[in-house]
């Protein structure tokens, strides 16, 4: 005797990623908040346009999102209940309301995923070719994706050609997710390291702060897209039976897809992570050698002249806009004897 498949009601999974979308839409809302105000507060000092549209574009996705889908459990539970039944109305995902959560569902998952691959493009210099293969797996997210909504269109849609289609999304994000995140962790760890040789320091919690964020804001959506991926896996065609956990995080992907990016937006500009100047600019910069000269008196009663030298390892750029850079506190100094007569003029050179 075979053992039977477990059993997870549609309508039972739509009603907790309903609950679950509305407490990570609270959580969204507020960092979105935070987010917008920290940019508006240091507006003066210039804000990255194409990040700043694209997390207020994920917000107005994720609430209507969210809207939509406390109407559809109003239709299901209420309106619907007792003429088309719960299970049957939330297995039809041909509805027009759902169709339209759909749609927005995979705009949402793409312009996510757009920003995603921005900060891998930013992390790397500005490498355009870095950027190209992710931003190619997106446009294939908005083909399978509007490709599954257009089977439903069609006079006779086919339930297994659908699933096909939905399938190339889910696996497309996953995979364009798990490349981006481990790209931006290689390079923030080399990065770091790079920067520990030249000063001959210990790392510090700044720098561990830096690629924990990264590692763990690009994760969050990875980690939710693995679980939903196999959840799709384990789902019937049909909903109307076995395992449909599937849409428990279906529902709350849109919130997860938007808070990951204003993550990286609030750290960017509240200082816990580098500025995005700060990584096109570093390998440009050339070494700077700073001279300060003081006179002292030894016991001897000559005159004794203090160079002190900037270490050009410790030159480090912190803004394009600026175009200054900021001298570090080690500094190597050098005592040389001069005569009394030596001016005590110090010039930067």
Known sequence: MGLNRPFFPID????????????????????????????????????NRFTTASIVILYILAT????????????????????IGTIPYFANISVRLNMAKDCIYITNLAMGDLVIAWRLYVVWGKKLWIAIPPTIMVIGEFICGYGSIFQWLLPHPNPVEIAHWGQGI?????????????????????????????????STDRYSRVIMLIVESGALIAVAKIVEFTLFKMAPVDGLHGLNALYVV???????TGLAPTVIVYAVNNGFTQKDDCYTTAANTKSTLVFNSTRTADSDGMATSAMEFADPKNVIP???????????????????LASPSVSDTSSPV
């Open 318 to 336: 912190e803004s394009r806009a600026t175009g200054r850079a900021v001298l570090s506190e080690k500094k190597i100094q050098l005592e040389m």
């Open 170 to 202: 889910f696996v497309i994000s996953l995979a364009a997710n798990i490349v981006v995140t481990a790209l931006i962790a290689a390079r923030i760890w080399y990065m770091t390291t790079r920067t520990r040789e030249l000063l001959q320091v210990e």
């Open 250 to 256: 279906y529902e709350i992907m849109p919130q997860v």
């Open 64 to 83: 209507v999102h969210m809207a939509l889908a406390l109407v559809r459990l109003i239709q299901g539970f209420i309106l619907y209940r007792d003429t």
């Open 12 to 47: 039972e999974a739509y009603l907790i990623g309903g609950w679950l979308e509305s407490f990570f839409w609270g959580l969204f809302t507020f960092l979105f908040g935070m987010t917008i105000y920290s940019i508006y507060r240091k507006r003066r000092e210039g804000f």
